[in-house]
């Protein structure tokens, strides 16, 4: 069955109604975009508040199943304008011969669209299923669930006060990434205009940090412990520089997903980088095997004396 019948007299009327089609479409796409996003909103939520999650493998699930219904209304989104502009050019012919060809070229990419969108629902439907069934938190907002969260949740910057720490710290930039074994804990590089910048952001972090040392406490030392879910800490560490910096929740969500399972890819590390840049270069020299060219700071493992038996918090990192 045609959708468009160059046959019909009242051509006007079914361009008018397959243009009402499309815009339906499109509305329905943008409603489920906008579904997707509010999911990837209570989710990274959760997972930079909770210090446990549920099942770390049932969560990876739902964020690579949440990608692709990204993806796929990305696509659908693009293929309706498509759709919509090929709808608009039937007006630019000039003969009965040409509107016959781009008619019969327009019906088949509207079935071919079309097609693809009942696809799309259908895995729509899983997706929300996966949510609704294994992960109410992602959806359900109500007083109970916030205080269960909060119950369990850490600093977001994984840090820690030590208010009779008192030693002066020097106004100079540090360049190293010291990942401490022994002390399980990772000391990340900084610059000292950052430093002095948060000391003197009332408005930001009204006067929580009172010294150069606080501010290093706090946002510039990691416990191990803040990456106990390896494959998590890659999504968050990811997501949370991406968004930071370029603030794409798609680019954000999409690399994120992607390197949840790069096993070689340290947490800690991608914590360290300032920015994309750096990160980006620390991925090239990972996959090249070029560590040693990896100059945007220095990264040392300090290892526990052999005599220690490594802790199993050690482990988060070093191996899976």
Do not use: W
Request: net charge negative; aromatic share 12%; with cysteine.
């Amino acid at each position: 069955m045609s959708i468009i019948n160059t046959k019909e007299m009242s051509l006007q009327h079914q361009f008018a109604e397959e243009l009402d089609s499309i815009q339906k479409k499109i509305k329905l796409q943008e409603n489920t975009r906008e579904l997707c996003f509010s999911y990837i909103k209570k989710i990274t939520d959760y997972i930079n508040q909770a210090n446990n999650f549920q099942n770390e493998l049932k969560l990876t699930e739902i964020l690579k199943a949440l990608n692709d219904m990204s993806i796929y209304v990305s696509t659908n989104l693009e293929l309706l304008i498509e759709l919509k502009q090929k709808l608009y050019n039937l007006d630019k012919a000039s003969t009965d011969r040409e509107m016959a060809i781009k008619v019969e070229q327009y019906n088949l990419f509207h079935m071919n669209v079309f097609n693809r969108l009942d696809d799309s629902d259908m895995q729509f439907q899983k997706f929300n299923s996966l949510i609704l069934d294994n992960y109410a938190f992602v959806i359900h907002t109500n007083e109970e669930k916030k205080e269960e969260i909060k119950s369990s949740t850490v600093d977001l910057n994984y840090g820690f006060v030590n208010t009779k720490n008192v030693e002066t710290v020097e106004p100079l930039d540090n360049n190293v990434l010291r990942i401490n074994e022994k002390d399980q804990k990772a000391y990340l590089p900084y610059k000292y205009s950052d430093i002095e910048r948060m000391l003197n952001s009332r408005r930001k972090h009204k006067g929580k940090y009172k010294t150069a040392q606080d501010v290093i406490n706090n946002v510039y030392t990691v416990p191990f412990s803040a990456f106990r879910f390896p494959m998590i800490s890659r999504f968050r560490e990811t997501f949370n520089l991406i968004m930071k910096e370029k603030k794409d929740l798609k680019d954000a969500i999409f690399t994120g997903v992607e390197v949840m399972g790069y096993h070689e890819l340290n947490p800690i590390i991608i914590r360290a980088c300032q920015n994309i840049k750096e990160f980006d270069i620390y991925l090239d020299c990972l996959f090249e095997n070029e560590l040693d060219q990896f100059t945007c700071f220095e990264i040392k493992f300090e290892v526990a004396p052999i005599a220690q038996k490594r802790s199993k918090n050690a482990e988060y990192f070093l191996a899976e």
